[in-house]
């Protein structure tokens, strides 16, 4: 079992899709307080974000995408969605909320183009935290893209929560599916250290979660 690969993936979660449509309790701490961000990490979440070139890749779009989740600038993340995604999150009540983690590193890798007319692709990423105790967790991620008027923007991500899973697809156009897939996550996260304490011969493939 690779538990820090689900502490990870929830991680992921946390800081890309919790929060959605919820709003902070009445004396609740801010996020950037609840993370330790730095004053320029507040500063970049208040900050417009960089206009985004028409012509930009897949590739150039998923990097902006993970630099608005490390300076937790929600306005970065809005601008790189799809028009669907912003649309459907303003009907539901929901959206995004990143918070502030200097932790988080990537690396971009391939990008495939998934259908003929060339407007959706799916680029292949590794998400990193960097623990408290200096160890490194990390996690393989797909970014689902399609292509606006305006260019590339980010439609969904995908990833296992656990080794011979297959990916779960987070789709940011639908957002109440989004939700009910992350509550799956977290749900799953919390049972697996009691499911692997008390039966360690159970086999993860036996409850794959299709992507859909």
């Known amino acids: 079992m690779k538990h820090r690969t689900w502490m990870l993936a ?17 004396g609740a701490p801010r996020a950037a307080a609840s993370t330790g961000a730095s004053p320029a990490a507040a500063t970049a979440r208040s900050a417009e974000p960089t206009a985004i070139p028409a012509a930009a890749q897949p590739g150039e779009i998923v990097a902006r995408f993970y630099d608005a989740l ?89 990833t296992a929560i656990e080794d011979g899973q297959l990916p779960i697809l987070f789709n940011f156009e639908d957002p109440e599916d989004m939700e009910r897939k992350r509550e799956y996550v977290e749900r799953a996260g919390q049972e697996q250290p009691a499911v692997q304490q008390a039966d360690r011969s159970v086999d993860p493939a036996a409850n794959r979660t299709q992507m859909r």
């Open 10 to 26: 929830l991680g992921v979660l946390s800081l890309g899709l919790a929060g959605c449509g919820n709003s902070p309790k009445e």
């Open 70 to 158: 490390k300076t937790g600038s929600a306005a970065g993340i809005s601008a790189l969605l799809t028009d669907k995604a912003r649309e459907e999150m303003a009907k539901s009540g929901q959206d995004i909320r990143p918070q502030a983690s200097s932790a988080l590193t990537y690396s971009i890798g391939a990008t495939e183009l998934v259908d003929r007319q060339g407007t959706g692709a799916h680029v292949k990423t590794v998400w990193s935290e960097t623990e408290a105790n200096g160890t490194t967790a990390s996690t393989e991620v797909i970014w689902v893209l399609r292509k606006q008027a305006n260019g590339w923007r980010v439609a969904g991500m995908a």
